[in-house]
């Protein structure tokens, strides 16, 4: 594993990882009521778009929990890039359902003002221009994932499912799955050369069945309450989870504004089965490692071993 932090890394994080066979180059910066925009090239994949941060528009799916400012106010920069930029390939979008029609009247008013027009005249546009927009809503089932975008040809092996989180506004939480072919169970015993055999009498198809693997989980804004409640998210590999408050000073806000408080992980650190977990969304005053370990040594060093803190 290897992390740069800002002060290393042009203001941002970077983090380098490998998560049981899976490797994430993850790039991008958070802070809570700032902004979160977090990059991951192998799934060519963003996670909120709070700030355009100088690459992010290359990736063709972005996946955005809320309509807090923090974590979508920089979409509309994303749009217009990729038109600077003559990117013609498709984009992936999915966003709470509420965020839809504001987000198009903010995209139009920007394209407005681009191309020199008063607005007088606007019309909010109907489709943004090769890009799918899903709502997160319609993507909460296993049956109804949705593929995202390779890096180089039109699909990928990656899906993501929406979960609803438990925040201030209706918010979402992600987890991406790897589609991949395995050998249906009544085969399973059969050796090397039986299985040769069979695929060229009866066909690959007829052999192996379709599974998805839980990879990665994104929670986006939440309480505890919207992970714990879930245990899709208590034992997918990698998560990425935020955790806004560290001092017992932030334990009302966090509370209020339904956050996650690092007390929360303490009480409940013998939920979670994850290989990793990735801390981000932290309170203005925490910007290094420095500023929260006077906090973070109250938990067992099994559990302190999965954490990886985003700043
Ligand atoms: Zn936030
Ligand atoms: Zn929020």
């Not at 998805?212 to 714990?228: E, K, R, W």
């Not at 969304?281 to 973070?296: A, C, M, N, R, V």
Request: hydrophobic residues 35%.
């Amino acid at each position: 594993m290897e992390i740069k932090y800002s002060y290393q890394n042009n203001g941002e994080t970077y983090v380098k990882i490998k998560v049981g066979s899976q490797n994430y180059t993850i790039r991008g910066y958070s802070r809570a009521g700032l902004r979160t925009c977090i990059l991951i090239d192998e799934l060519n994949l963003v996670l909120d778009m709070g700030y355009a941060n100088d690459r992010a528009f290359s990736y063709d799916n972005k996946l955005i929990s809320h309509g807090h400012n923090d974590h979508i106010g920089a979409l509309h920069a994303d749009h217009c890039a990729r038109r600077l930029y003559n990117i013609e390939k498709e984009k992936l979008f999915v966003m709470p359902k509420q965020c839809i029609k504001p987000f198009k009247m903010i995209a139009t008013a920007v394209s407005e003002m681009n191309c020199g027009k008063s607005g007088e005249n606007m019309k909010i546009f109907d489709n943004l221009l090769l890009t799918n927009i899903i709502e997160s809503e319609s993507c909460t089932g296993s049956e109804c994932m949705v593929n995202l975008i390779g890096s180089s040809k039109l699909c990928s092996e990656y899906y993501v499912k929406s979960i609803q989180m438990d925040h201030k506004i209706k918010s979402f939480g992600y987890i991406i799955y790897r589609k991949s072919k395995k050998l249906k169970p009544e085969y399973t015993n059969l050796k090397g050369h039986e299985i040769i055999q069979l695929k060229q009498s009866i066909g690959e198809e007829n052999l192996t069945n379709f599974v998805f693997t839980p990879m990665l989980a994104y929670t986006g804004d939440t309480s505890i309450q919207g992970v714990i409640s879930n245990p899709e998210l208590l034992n997918v590999p990698f998560l990425i989870m935020e955790c806004t408050g560290f001092s017992s000073d932030d334990k009302c806000d966090c509370c209020e504004g339904k956050h996650i408080h690092w007390d929360d992980l303490v009480e409940n650190q013998h939920l979670f089965s994850n290989e990793k977990i990735m801390l981000f969304h932290f309170s203005q005053q925490y910007k290094s490692l420095e500023d929260i370990s006077g906090f973070t040594n109250n938990v067992s060093k099994q559990f302190s071993n999965k954490l990886i803190y985003f700043f």
